[in-house]
Nanobody, 124 residues
Framework: QVQLVESGGGLVQAGGSLRLSCAASGRTFSSLAMGWFRQGPGQEREFVAAISRTGGSTSYGNSVRGRFTISRDNVKNTVYLHMNSLKPEDTAVYYC?????????????????WGQGTQVTVSS
């Protein structure tokens, strides 16, 4: 019943920055744990970042820790992924995910709702 719509993807040069947004429908956003995953060409979907309902807890994948930052705005019903110091290996389709769990969720199976994905391409 929750609809997630990603935006902000595009082409960026290595070393640049990009901000992805994920807008959730309805009034249930504050009861959702949110996360970001990505899937590159010929690769499996991997965990990128996650944030708890209130935003008090976050978690990051090893490959993005220190470069990416996840945040949320419970008034705008939107979760963000700020990506800095982008590398060509960050090229992938980025997916937004949501679930009603009270904790930070870092696994694919832990999420019940998914967005359609947005393409991020980093050129060298």
């Amino acid at each position: 019943q929750v609809q997630l719509v990603e935006s902000g993807g595009g082409l960026v040069q290595a070393g640049g920055s990009l901000r992805l947004s994920c807008a959730a429908s309805g009034r249930t956003f504050s009861s959702l744990a949110m996360g970001w995953f990505r899937q590159g060409p010929g690769q499996e979907r991997e965990f990128v970042a996650a944030i708890s309902r209130t935003g008090g807890s976050t978690s990051y994948g090893n490959s993005v820790r220190g470069r990416f930052t996840i945040s949320r705005d419970n008034v705008k019903n939107t979760v963000y992924l700020h990506m800095n110091s982008l590398k060509p290996e960050d090229t992938a389709v980025y997916y937004c995910a949501a679930d009603e769990k009270w904790t930070v969720v870092v696994t694919r199976s832990g999420y019940g709702y998914w967005g359609q994905g947005t393409q991020v391409t980093v050129s060298s």
